[in-house]
């Protein structure tokens, strides 16, 4: 009887178990996330794909401006992210790059290697272009890129994605022959307002761009025919096929099915006209093929709440992991004077390193999302925290010590009811120093998909959208005055009058 019970309670543990991994993997397996860039056009894009994926019976989200190329071209091999909208000429000049590869029989069989998969084109073009304001190139009687070797004193500003680009600047420099004095990198939607008021003569162009009829601007003839064909194409991992079929045959559905003349007016409906991009999407599919779909609809104090988590989570996560370090190694630091300089000489170095590089660097260990933004935040708040710890253990009076030993308190005591009370106001001050930093610097979070404040100020820049700007940048400064009078208060309730800073 024993025996017998303790078989069937086996099979029963096993079916359990079973079950339980068949609901975890398909819960796991059945989610598709849409990837897209940080411009206009790949947003829009991903909208129609996740819209469009969702009505043919997908469970897909879109996960909106990760970053650029690299960054998202990672996700997808990653597996963090599904799906994206890519360019043929971006794919063999950009991703795969070294490989001389052209066609789309030789791109499908080298992604067809990474475990990737290509769409066919969507129906339209994005090639890059440069162009200049319709007045200046008049006055210069420029048509043409070669016409630009007569005048190198014009003043070139280009995206920075462009001016790294394997297709970008430096290729084009070196097949026209280009020796302008002048080169700089900004944003490419900033570069169209230099443009407008006369900072820039020539920048990069995407030739589904709204803004080429909206401020003027005359397209110069590739008249040496460097930019190769950018056909819009969805990337997709090749066990989407398996895991959501629904999703692989949206993404097919779209397949020549935007035009060029369609695109642009999608771009201009976004960017000229502030309308939302998942209105835009939802039009499309409606338009185009007869899906009624459903677009975003948060209200503003929806928005809010939800960036406000993010932020908070991204603030609190890494200010606590650089607490409990960082008081220990502050410790250290004074009792090891020899260790101590190696401490501060390390946490100093981070802190020199700029905020967008060790993003960039934590993106190949941890994908993207809010881990990264995390290590980066609890990095640079190692440096006020330790530092402090350190100089307010330093500077306990030698008599204070003295007596403490005279009392006959053991180290650890002595350390915990004496020095770390004593030093408690500067310790305080360093985490509040933290606090505040992090709140600042965790909007650049946004850059690597980890929302936050800095989701709706990067796509408001995107955008040209001073309202969208400061939805991030007012709540950002709001929660930095707050986490400085939180620690004001703090500073009142735990430390005594006399220990005040």
């Known amino acids: 009887m024993r025996n017998g019970e303790s078989n069937s309670s086996r099979r029963i543990k096993s079916c359990v178990i079973c079950v339980l991994m068949l609901l975890c993997s398909c819960s796991r397996r059945s989610h598709v996330v849409i990837g897209s860039k940080v411009f206009t056009e790949s947003v829009i894009l991903g909208d129609i794909a996740a819209q469009l994926g969702e009505k043919m019976g997908?469970?897909?989200?879109?996960?909106?401006?990760?970053?650029?190329?690299?960054?998202?071209?990672?996700?997808?091999?990653?597996?963090q992210i599904d799906a994206y909208p890519e360019y043929?000429?971006?794919?063999?000049?950009?991703?795969?790059?070294?490989?001389?590869?052209?066609?789309?029989?030789?791109?499908?069989?080298?992604?067809?290697?990474?475990?990737?998969?290509?769409?066919?084109?969507?129906?339209?073009?994005?090639?890059?272009?440069?162009?200049?304001?319709?007045?200046?190139?008049?006055?210069l009687g420029i048509r043409t890129i070669t016409d630009l070797r007569s005048h190198p004193d014009l003043r070139f500003g280009f995206s920075n994605e462009f001016l790294d680009r394997r297709d970008g600047w430096p290729a084009l420099r070196d097949a026209y022959q280009l020796r302008q004095k002048t080169v700089t990198g900004l944003d490419h939607e900033l570069a169209y307002r230099a443009m407008?008021?006369?900072?820039?003569?020539?920048?990069?162009?995407?030739?589904?761009?709204?803004?080429?009829?909206?401020?003027?601007?005359?397209?110069?003839?590739?008249?040496?025919?460097?930019?190769?064909d950018y056909q819009a194409v969805f990337l997709y991992r090749r066990d989407l096929m398996q895991r959501s079929p629904q999703i692989v045959r949206a993404l097919q559905r779209l397949e020549g099915r935007i035009t060029q003349g369609r695109m642009i007016e999608m771009n201009a409906q976004a960017k000229i006209r502030k309308i939302p991009e998942s209105h835009i999407a939802a039009e499309f599919l409606a338009d185009t093929l007869d899906v009624t779909g459903r677009p975003i609809t948060n209200t503003l104090l929806g928005r809010l709440a939800t960036r406000t988590w993010e932020h908070l989570e991204l603030v609190a996560v890494s200010l606590a992991a650089a607490i409990i370090l960082s008081i220990p190694l502050g410790v250290l630091a004074c009792a090891f004077p020899k260790f101590g300089q190696?401490?501060?000489?390390?946490?100093?170095?981070?802190?020199?390193?700029?905020?967008?590089?060790?993003?960039?660097?934590?993106?190949?260990?941890?994908?993207?999302?809010?881990?990264?933004?995390?290590?980066?935040?609890?990095?640079?708040?190692?440096?006020?925290?330790?530092?402090?710890?350190?100089?307010?253990l330093k500077s306990i009076p030698q008599a204070v010590r003295e007596s403490a030993q005279v009392l006959g308190l053991p180290p650890l005591?002595?350390?915990?009811?004496?020095?770390?009370?004593?030093?408690?106001?500067?310790?305080?001050?360093?985490?509040?120093?933290?606090?505040?930093?992090?709140?600042?610097?965790?909007?650049?979070?946004?850059?690597?998909?980890?929302?936050?404040?800095?989701?709706?100020?990067?796509?408001?820049?995107?955008?040209?959208?001073?309202?969208?700007?400061?939805?991030?940048?007012?709540?950002?400064?709001?929660?930095?005055?707050?986490?400085?009078?939180?620690?004001?208060?703090?500073?009142?309730?735990?430390?005594?009058?006399?220990?005040?800073?």
């Open 413 to 501: 005591a002595r350390l915990v009811r004496v020095d770390l009370p004593l030093a408690s106001p500067a310790i305080l001050a360093g985490i509040q120093t933290a606090a505040v930093l992090n709140v600042g610097m965790a909007t650049l979070g946004a850059l690597i998909g980890a929302g936050g404040y800095g989701q709706p100020i990067l796509t408001g820049i995107r955008l040209d959208n001073v309202r969208l700007i400061l939805e991030g940048a007012i709540p950002a400064a709001l929660m930095a005055l707050a986490v400085q009078g939180l620690f004001e208060l703090i500073e009142r309730l735990a430390v005594p009058r006399g220990l005040r800073l």
């Open 342 to 392: 190696v401490v501060l000489g390390t946490v100093a170095a981070i802190y020199t390193i700029p905020s967008l590089a060790l993003l960039v660097f934590m993106l190949p260990l941890l994908g993207i999302g809010w881990k990264p933004a995390v290590v980066a935040l609890f990095l640079y708040s190692l440096l006020p925290i330790v530092r402090n710890t350190y100089v307010g």
């Open 88 to 139: 043929t000429g971006t794919i063999s000049n950009e991703i795969l790059a070294g490989q001389n590869i052209r066609g789309d029989a030789q791109i499908r069989r080298a992604l067809a290697a990474r475990g990737i998969e290509m769409t066919r084109p969507l129906g339209f073009n994005d090639s890059y272009a440069l162009g200049m304001r319709e007045d200046v190139a008049g006055k």
């Open 58 to 79: 997908g469970d897909v989200s879109h996960h909106r401006e990760i970053g650029g190329t690299r960054v998202v071209w990672d996700a997808l091999v990653n597996g």
């Open 196 to 228: 407008a008021d006369g900072s820039l003569d020539v920048t990069d162009l995407y030739s589904t761009d709204a803004e080429i009829a909206y401020y003027h601007l005359r397209v110069l003839e590739d008249d040496l025919h460097h930019f190769p």
